[in-house]
């Protein structure tokens, strides 16, 4: 295989990575409106998780499912106190919970080696087959995870659960005042989508095979918001795209490094492109690239049928 | 129409110094249209919060069917079958003029997340149900039409009417409705007032509701309750209200 075919394919398992997290951000911001500033300390945990017990010598479906509930449980838990907080406050609350969590694993060296950080052997037993293989193998069930966490998604939003997350987003007193427990709900969504962010936590480990305190800095929750805002909030192909468009720019930035000859650093210059662009589209499209995606339930068949009654 | 359905015992609600609920004790029997009367800023509204658990009272009781629900949290006194709409709407503004209706009714199966995967057969026909149900409130109050538009691009009465709308999904015993009609054109007013009593008489609903267009009010209701400065200061058959000086003097004023 040749190398730019390689690289084609390395990108398109970082944008399968991202558009995970972009999915489950979406449904805990785009839908329920939980300004949740912590993505990353869940991805965190499900690539430790995994990478741990791919030391120990599970086989990857193990390792990825212990840590999806890993992370699962971990935004469960640090969900009921957060989320009896404000929105403003609830950014605040989560990014320190992500950084706290990586300064354990920074410190407590016990744990998955510290600064130092730890190799992850890959728990897909096949051997001998070439690394081209391994890509395609890695490249498959990154984007199975990926087709199984929008089906979820695409699940959850349509349907009238869906439309009540929509609804607390809104106004959380008036769905409070239409019985809706909206704590329940919204510990739910946290829930749910700190799961799926395990789940893309340890595709990530078991692909780049080293992860370390550094890997997991809050730039990485900033990057997934990107991918949401430009995408669409509460859009889940809207965002998907959002991934391809935001890790395309990432990697072209980087072609642009080796290749290219420009006055200004192209990894910088990244920085400034993504930078400005979201303020024009805060500026002139705040709803993203794509619109919020509508309810789609049979109340839309019931209702377009009235249409011709009346 | 003697049982009483809401009760509360000297309710006290203030903000800062100020009052805004004092003492207040007072009864709504079953089945009836109670009317809630007084000047601007005499504290209906804040009653009305207190009663749905939007505010936690100071002092006070409140009974709902014989039961306390004075400390409840606002979606437990909804379970308990008494809703109520807020004076200035709150929709839910993205969403649909039919999902603002869909959104409100009252235990459905698809509003739970493991039935969102496990049972979605259910709740599909439940929901083909329920929005036969929103589409027909919609149509009294004419906004079936704008079924498909956000509620933010609604006018202010057509806002008005939603929130109302939205509240008859719920399924209640009992509705709290702060002034229904304000901001609606007359004969649209009219209509929600018959619309409330025909409700009522079919559904056995009762009705405590704040209005200013007293016209109307005191046309359909059973009793009225006047309220100044945080107090009930007067309380009457409608027909006798007018005639109350006390109540000419701080609300109605001289004909
Ligand atoms: N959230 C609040 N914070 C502080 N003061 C408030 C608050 N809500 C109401 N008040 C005050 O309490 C008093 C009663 O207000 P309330 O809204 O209950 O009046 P109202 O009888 O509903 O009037 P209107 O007929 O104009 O709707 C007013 O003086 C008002 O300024
Ligand atoms: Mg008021």
Same mark, same amino acid.
């Given at each position: ?310 | ?88 709407? *709150?929709? @839910?503004? $993205?969403? %649909?003029? /039919? ?13 739970? +997340? ?76 009219? *209509?929600? @007032?018959? $619309?409330? %009593?025909? /409700? ?13 267009? +007293? ?41």
């Amino acid at each position: 295989m040749s190398e730019p075919l390689i690289y084609v394919l390395d990108m398109a398992v970082f944008v399968g990575i991202f558009a995970i997290l972009a999915v489950s951000l979406n449904l805990e911001y785009g839908f329920t409106g939980l300004a949740n500033f912590g993505k990353v300390a869940f991805f965190m945990v499900g690539a430790y998780t995994s990478s741990i017990l791919a030391n120990m010598g599970f086989p990857y479906l193990a390792c990825i499912t212990v840590a999806t509930f890993a992370a699962g449980f971990v935004g469960f838990v640090a969900s009921l106190p957060a989320l009896k907080l404000q929105a403003d406050y609830l950014a605040i609350v989560t990014l320190a919970f992500g950084e706290i969590l990586r300064f354990i694993f920074k410190n407590e060296e016990w744990i998955a080696g510290g600064v130092q950080g730890i190799t992850v052997p890959s728990a897909i037993t096949i051997t001998g087959v070439p690394i081209q293989t391994m890509m395609l193998i890695q490249l498959t069930i990154v984007y199975a995870a990926l087709a199984i966490c929008y089906f979820i998604a695409q699940r959850v939003v349509n349907s009238p659960y869906g439309r009540t997350i929509r609804a607390i987003r809104e106004d959380e007193l008036a769905a409070q005042v239409l019985g809706k427990d909206v704590f329940k709900y919204k510990a739910q969504m946290f829930t749910l989508g700190s799961a799926m962010a395990g789940v893309s936590g340890s595709l990530f480990s078991q692909y780049v095979r080293f992860i370390d305190p550094y890997t997991f800095e809050p730039i990485l929750t900033f990057t997934v918001w990107m991918m949401v805002i430009l995408g669409g909030p509460a859009n889940n192909l809207g965002v998907i795209l959002g991934a391809v468009f935001v890790q395309a720019l990432e990697r072209g930035a980087r072609i642009a490094k080796d290749y290219l000859l420009l006055p200004v650093d192209p990894h910088n210059l990244r920085v400034m492109i993504i930078g400005i662009l979201i303020i024009l589209i805060l500026m002139y499209r705040p709803q993203g690239l794509f619109r919020e995606s509508k309810v789609k339930t049979p109340a839309l068949e019931v209702a377009s049928k009235w249409k011709k009654r009346s | 129409m003697e049982k009483t359905i809401l009760k509360t015992e000297n309710l006290t609600k203030s903000f800062g110094g100020l009052k805004a609920v004092d003492n207040v004790t007072l009864t709504v029997k079953e089945n009836s249209i109670t009317g809630l009367i007084g000047p601007n800023g005499s504290g209906k509204t804040t009653l009305f919060n207190t009663i749905s658990g939007v505010y936690k009272p100071e002092r006070g009781k409140i009974y709902f069917n014989g039961e306390r629900i004075d400390g409840l949290a606002p979606y437990k006194i909804y379970e308990k079958g008494l809703a109520r709409t807020f004076q200035t709407p *709150r929709l @839910f503004q $993205k969403l %649909t003029v /039919l999902d603002n209706m869909m959104v409100s009714c009252r235990s459905h199966p698809g509003d739970k +997340i493991l039935n969102v995967f496990l049972k979605k057969r259910r709740w599909s026909e439940e929901e083909e149900k329920l929005a036969e149900k929103a589409l027909e409130i919609l149509e009294i109050i004419e906004l079936d039409r704008f079924k498909d538009k956000p509620a933010s691009e609604l006018s202010g009465g057509q806002m008005k009417l939603l929130e109302l709308g939205r509240v008859l999904m719920t399924e209640p015993k009992m509705l709290l409705l702060d002034e229904p009609a304000a901001g609606v054109n007359p004969t649209l007013a009219r *209509r929600i @007032f018959e $619309k409330i %009593t025909q /409700l009522r008489d079919e559904l056995s609903l009762t009705f405590f509701t704040i209005e200013h267009r +007293i016209e109307i009010l005191l046309e359909h209701a059973d009793w009225v309750y006047v309220m100044h400065n945080g107090s009930i200061i007067a309380e009457s058959p409608p027909e006798e209200v007018v005639k109350n000086k006390v109540v000419v003097d701080v609300y109605l004023g001289e004909a």
